[in-house]
């Protein structure tokens, strides 16, 4: 990648502005601010911490799913297929994913296992990325649609030829990376939360929902700012969530406050065009959770 010409901030910026998904400012009325825009992905789909229990995993993924449709908010959800293979539910939780893809959402590969990469001998790594599509792959061909996205696991791409070489694997099975650059870590308060409800103490599960609204606030300032800095501009972001719980009950109110951040919601394949998620010379792994350390790499070189 490093024999490309490296794009400067002003390139990138002259770039934006005329590509098919411009960041030329869309005004908001009358106060005239610029309109964000930010691609939601859900990982460890269909239903995290529902283990062997089938009616909450279908009350989870049904929930998340209601979410994003009364929110007219497009949605990629990263699947691990090991949740499919529960003995005498494989039939029901299929037709979990089937309902997902019928209501007009997209998927994406985060392996079978959720095997991380850093550690793994490469051939066991591409062998989870394989038999995590079989069932995905088969469900989007029956709709005329593609598997296209590919998520690491725990966002952990590696670096130097190791990430590399998964990168040439990926684009061989013809698959995008799907980076972040928001992430307010939802699944540290995940657990808490669920314990919360189970105890029937709703004042500290309010007190927890009020520090994760918090957290989502901060997490976009984060980025926002990093993408003024790198590019003169914010590019389109695009936010890691999970298929938990919590989410199932609370998604609506972080997607209130994202809102009120003067954010709309574009699908992954929209914020994707921004030319920055293309910037030659971004290492290879900038595409796992270090996106943006990338870029102030690629650009400085």
């Not at 908001?28 to 995290?48: M, N, Y």
């Not at 529902?50 to 929930?63: P, R, Y």
Request: charged share 25%.
């Amino acid at each position: 990648m490093n024999s490309h010409r490296t794009f400067s901030r002003r390139t990138l910026v002259s770039l934006a502005g005329a590509s098919a998904f411009s960041l030329k400012p869309v005004l908001l009325g009358s106060d005239a601010e610029p309109q964000r825009s930010v691609a939601i992905t859900i990982d460890d789909g269909p239903a995290s911490g529902a283990g062997d229990d089938l009616n909450s995993f279908q009350t989870i993924s049904a929930a998340l799913r209601q979410i994003f449709l009364d929110e007219s908010v497009p949605v990629t959800m990263f699947v691990n297929e090991r949740q499919l293979h529960v003995s005498g539910q494989r039939d029901a939780r299929i037709k979990v994913v089937e309902d997902w893809i019928a209501a007009g959402l997209d998927l994406g590969n985060h392996t079978f296992s959720h095997r991380r990469l850093r550690g793994a001998a490469l051939d066991e790594f591409f062998d989870d990325v394989i038999k995590g599509e079989v069932v995905s792959r088969q469900l989007l061909s029956a709709q005329r649609k593609p598997l296209r996205w590919f998520r690491y696991p725990y966002l952990s791409s590696d670096e130097g030829k190791r990430a590399a070489a998964v990168e040439e694997f990926l684009t061989q099975r013809d698959y995008a990376i799907a980076p972040v650059t928001v992430d307010y870590k939802d699944y540290s308060f995940a657990s808490n939360y669920q314990r919360f409800l189970r105890a029937g103490d709703t004042q500290q599960a309010e007190e927890l929902l009020a520090s994760v609204l918090r957290a989502v606030d901060n997490a976009f300032e984060y980025s926002e700012t990093k993408s003024n800095e790198l590019l003169g501009y914010e590019l389109p972001q695009v936010l890691l969530i999970h298929c938990n719980q919590m989410n199932a009950l609370t998604l609506n109110k972080a997607i209130e406050v994202i809102r009120n951040r003067g954010y709309r919601f574009v699908s992954l394949d929209q914020a994707m065009q921004d030319p920055a998620y293309r910037t030659p010379g971004l290492p290879p792994g900038s595409l796992g959770g270090g996106f943006f350390s990338g870029l102030q790499q690629a650009l400085a070189s």
